[in-house]
Antibody
Framework: EVQLVETGGGLIQPGGSLRLSCAASGFTVSTNYMSWVRQAPGKGLEWVSVIYSGGSTFHADSVKGRFTISRDNSKNTLYLQMNSLRAEDTAVYFC????????WGQGILVTVSS | DVVMTQSPLSLPVTLGQPASISCRSSQSLVYSDGNTYLNWFQQRPGQSPRRLIYKVSNRDSGVPDRFSGSGSGTDFTLKISRVEAEDVGVYYCMQGTHWPPTFGGGTKVEIK
C-alpha cells in the first residue's frame, strides 16, 4: 500500500522558514516525479513545486526564489524548504506523486502569522 | 498559464440522480505525444484529494464505474451516473499538458 506522510508544518512568523517532509512508503520517490500542491483555507488547489526523477526542479512563480523542493533517496523522502514566508503562504500543503498525481498525502497545515 | 474553468460552482443533486460537471481550458490540452493530460479529483470534506480519472477518461483503480470522464481539446466532462451520499465533496479538474499545471476552481456536489 502506498503512503505519503507529511510532517513539519506549524505556526511561523512572516519572514520565517520551515521545512516540510513527506515520507513515502510503497513506492520509490526517486523513480517518480513528485510534487507539492497547496490549498489555502476555504480555497482551491494550487500547484507549488515538482521534482522529476532525473532531479530537475520547477516552482510556481508565486514561490520561486523562496521555496526549494528536494528529495533524499536514501530516506525515500521528499522535502519543501520554505523561506521568506508570507501570510499568503498559509495553506495545507500536500505532497503528491506516483505518476500524474495518483497518490496524495493527508496534508500538513502551515500558518504564517504574527 | 492555462485557465481551467469549471461549471457549475455548486451542484445540488438528488440521491440516485445523475450529475455532470464541465471543465473548459483556455488552450487545447492535446500534448505533442498525442495524449491529453486532463485529470479529475474528488475531495471529500476534511480529506485530501483523490484522483478519479486520468488522461480524460481512464478511471483509477477502486473508483466506482458510476464515474466517467469524457471530452477532447478544450471541453471536458465528469459524469456521475447515479449520485450516492459518499459522492458529496468538491471536484477539481487539472491539466498537466502545459506548464505550469493548473487546477479548475472546483465544483461542490451536495445532496438536495
Amino acid at each position: 500500500e502506498v503512503q505519503l506522510v507529511e510532517t513539519g508544518g506549524g505556526l511561523i512568523q512572516p519572514g520565517g522558514s520551515l521545512r516540510l517532509s513527506c515520507a513515502a512508503s510503497g513506492f520509490t520517490v526517486s523513480t517518480n516525479y513528485m510534487s507539492w500542491v497547496r490549498q489555502a483555507p476555504g480555497k482551491g488547489l494550487e500547484w507549488v513545486s515538482v521534482i522529476y526523477s532525473g532531479g530537475s526542479t520547477f516552482h510556481a512563480d508565486s514561490v520561486k526564489g523562496r521555496f526549494t523542493i528536494s528529495r533524499d533517496n536514501s530516506k525515500n523522502t521528499l522535502y519543501l524548504q520554505m523561506n521568506s514566508l508570507r501570510a499568503e503562504d498559509t495553506a495545507v500543503y500536500f505532497c503528491t506523486g506516483g505518476g500524474d498525481y495518483g497518490y496524495w498525502g493527508q496534508g500538513i497545515l502551515v500558518t504564517v502569522s504574527s | 498559464d492555462v485557465v481551467m474553468t469549471q461549471s457549475p460552482l455548486s451542484l445540488p443533486v438528488t440521491l440516485g440522480q445523475p450529475a455532470s460537471i464541465s471543465c473548459r481550458s483556455s488552450q487545447s490540452l492535446v500534448y505533442s505525444d498525442g495524449n491529453t493530460y486532463l485529470n479529475w479529483f474528488q475531495q471529500r470534506p476534511g480529506q485530501s484529494p483523490r484522483r478519479l480519472i486520468y488522461k480524460v477518461s481512464n478511471r483509477d483503480s477502486g473508483v466506482p464505474d458510476r464515474f466517467s470522464g469524457s471530452g477532447s481539446g478544450t471541453d471536458f466532462t465528469l459524469k456521475i451516473s447515479r449520485v450516492e451520499a459518499e459522492d458529496v465533496g468538491v471536484y477539481y479538474c487539472m491539466q498537466g499538458t502545459h506548464w505550469p499545471p493548473t487546477f479548475g476552481g472546483g465544483t461542490k456536489v451536495e445532496i438536495k
